[in-house]
């Protein structure tokens, strides 16, 4: 893979993530979700001091104020993240690593 096609898969990737991210006024998915690149690496991440909300915006709505409602973006992160790290995974037959260097999702590839 050419940097050119990995610089375009992360891309997509990067597109995803904000195409699912809950959007108010669009600070989350148009500022916080970044990305970049070190040497042969990319580093995806949410930045949590330009959307310190975004724990919020996953989790389930406990305060009264809520009258009981359910959040309707409840658990997008845990769900959208497993399935793009299967994209990679697939992309890199089965070869991703953590930030430890312990290789990752391979099992969760397989049975995709």
């Known amino acids: 893979m050419t940097r050119v096609q990995f610089a375009r898969f992360i891309e997509s990737i990067v597109r995803e993530l904000r195409k699912v991210a809950p959007r108010d006024t669009g600070n989350l998915a148009d500022n916080a979700i970044v990305y970049w690149y070190e040497g042969d690496k990319a580093i995806i991440e ?14 389930p709505w406990v305060s009264p104020r809520w009258n009981g409602k359910k959040n309707p973006n409840e658990a997008w992160w845990q769900t959208r ?24 999702g391979k099992e969760s590839a397989k049975n995709d």
């Open 81 to 104: 993240v497993p399935i793009v790290l299967n994209k990679v995974v697939k992309r890199y037959n089965g070869v991703l690593t953590d930030e430890n260097g312990k290789q990752v």
């Open 46 to 59: 949410v930045k949590t001091n330009i959307a310190p909300y975004m724990p919020y915006t996953n989790e």
